[in-house]
């Protein structure tokens, strides 16, 4: 069984930053990829940015909304995946979840992920 522990979300005004995480443990998956979502009120889950986790280093992928705002990161040793959110604003409020991916390589498909963590809120306010 894997579970997947995210922290650090809270209430943050507009233009500041917040750092999640997510931690992983259980069955040894270690080198698929990894991803983080999000959920607004009233709207569908979607994809927020990507890493690949194999052993020559992590690709990222980001979603046209936060690039360049947010820049996700991992540290394998502690089997922890990161993402740093600057320049916040109000649309940025969601729940955020990390995910572990059933594949190698980059991916924005829900689908494509079968491991979630129970999702940290994230609130921006104006």
């Known amino acids: 069984q894997v579970q997947l522990v995210e922290a650090g979300g809270g209430l943050v005004q507009a233009g500041g930053s917040l750092r999640l995480s997510c931690t992983a443990s259980?069955?040894?998956?270690?080198?698929?990829?990894r991803g983080w979502f999000r959920q607004a009120p009233g709207k569908e889950r979607e994809f927020v940015a990507a890493?690949?986790?194999?052993?020559?280093?992590?690709?990222?992928h980001y979603a046209d909304s936060v690039k360049g705002r947010f820049t996700i990161s991992r540290d394998s040793a502690k089997n922890t995946m990161y993402l740093q959110m600057n320049l916040l604003k109000p649309e940025d409020t969601a729940v955020y979840y990390c995910?572990?991916?059933?594949?190698?390589?980059?991916?924005?498909?829900?689908?494509?992920?079968?491991?979630w963590g129970q999702g940290t809120q994230v609130t921006v306010s104006s």
């Open positions: 995910a572990v991916a059933r594949r190698f390589g980059i991916t924005e498909g829900e689908d494509d992920y079968n491991y």
């Open positions: 259980g069955r040894t998956f270690s080198t698929y990829s």
């Open positions: 890493i690949t986790w194999t052993w020559s280093g992590g690709t990222t």
